[in-house]
């Protein structure tokens, strides 16, 4: 897919909004060189030679490899948000092997999901897409629904699958939060020991976060902290979803911010919104990918809300996306043609960090 075919898909003013803009912080202050994260970054880390491979493996891996940018599936939703409703819109996709089918066929870096579906199918594909095995999970079965992210299986047991990297939800901000990042900082700390890799998807939840109109779980302020966390117990990857708006400290009156967050360093722009994440993980050191969101009926719209997060995860800095729904939820071969429109964005040498 070439820039006029990406601009078609955005519009011709949402595309001048995101291809025009300099953002409040430089990139010069970024690290913005995703070919040589690995020599650069990972290698003078203290992660051992085993986690090097791992994530050498899926940067290597599908369509993307070697540009330094990730395309990764992610079918986690049979727990998160129910096995019918996921599956429901495609029930091809209740067969656990149409979830790595789908992986491989649309040439991504990994394959993410539960301890069941990938362990079902290790055998006969581990060793040819990178397994990312999330350990845990928020079940919605209980009544009244509870909002806690729980542990479903062992580090021990993704590594016995053959698992390149482990993966797992932290909800900052909610009541969980302490018991949850005590729990999954020793879980990456044996992760990496073992030699896999480490993604963490840095949620907020706490209903307070929500004032009127505006969710502040969305904040580009509240999600670069979370990321901030994330880095800080060794994620290798950060996962974080599309901020649309700011301001949560100031309109929460809770914690600590400064007014140049708003000013200096984040003004009110989407690209500037997903900026400040990078910024938060460690300068961009730490790679950010972006969630892809729900699907819709509208296979058009669907499309576009997948480019236009793209293009503003490469030209804020980010390293790709993780999409889901967007995908699964639609015909198979649908599916895999969406997935390989977003990895053109990573693809195309036009399209840079702004």
């Known amino acids: 897919m070439d820039l006029k075919e990406i601009e078609a898909i955005l519009g011709a003013k949402t595309f001048e909004k995101l291809m025009h803009y300099t953002p409040s912080v430089s990139k010069e202050k970024l690290f913005h060189q995703p070919k040589h994260r690995m020599e650069e970054i990972y290698v003078h880390s203290d992660r051992n030679q085993n986690v090097l491979n791992n994530l050498e493996r899926m940067y290597g891996t599908g369509r993307l490899a070697g540009t330094g940018y990730l395309s990764i599936l992610p079918v986690d939703q ?7 409703a996921s599956f429901a819109p495609n029930p091809d996709f209740f067969d656990p092997e149409m979830i790595i089918k789908l992986a491989v066929e649309s040439g991504c870096n990994a394959v993410a999901s539960t301890f069941g579906v990938l362990g ?5 594909y581990a060793h040819k897409i990178p397994f990312l095995v999330k350990i845990n999970h928020n079940q919605l079965l209980s009544y009244p629904n509870q909002h806690d992210q729980v542990l479903f299986g062992s580090v021990d047991e993704a590594y016995q699958m053959g698992a390149a990297a482990v993966g797992a939800t932290i909800y900052f ?11 999954i900082a020793h879980a990456f700390a044996y992760a990496h020991e073992l030699g896999m890799a480490t993604v963490l998807w840095c949620y907020l939840r706490n209903p307070a976060f929500k004032v ?15 990321c901030h966390i ?14 649309t708006c700011n301001g949560g400290y100031n309109a929460l009156k809770f914690g600590k911010t400064d007014p140049r967050c708003y000013t200096d360093l984040c003004k009110d722009h989407p690209i500037d919104y997903t900026r400040y994440q990078v910024l938060n993980c460690y300068g961009g050191k730490i790679p950010l ?23 503003v995860n490469k030209r804020a800095g980010g390293a790709g996306l993780i999409m889901g729904r967007k995908a699964f939820q639609k015909p198979f071969k649908e599916g895999v043609k969406l997935i390989e429109s977003v990895q053109d964005v990573y693809l195309n040498s036009q399209i840079t960090i702004a």
């Open 289 to 311: 990918i972006n969630s892809g969101g729900a699907s819709s009926k509208n296979e058009k719209e669907d499309f576009s809300e997948a480019i236009y997060t793209a293009v």
């Open 120 to 124: 079902l199918y290790a055998r006969k």
């Open 173 to 183: 901000g909610s009541e969980e939060s302490n018991r949850q990042i005590t729990e």
């Open 230 to 243: 994330g880095c800080t117990i060794q994620a290798d990857i950060i996962k974080q979803k599309l901020p």
């Open 212 to 226: 009127g109109d505006t969710d502040y779980h969305l904040a580009a302020d509240l999600t670069a902290q979370a």
């Open 78 to 84: 049979g727990i998160e948000h129910s096995a019918g």
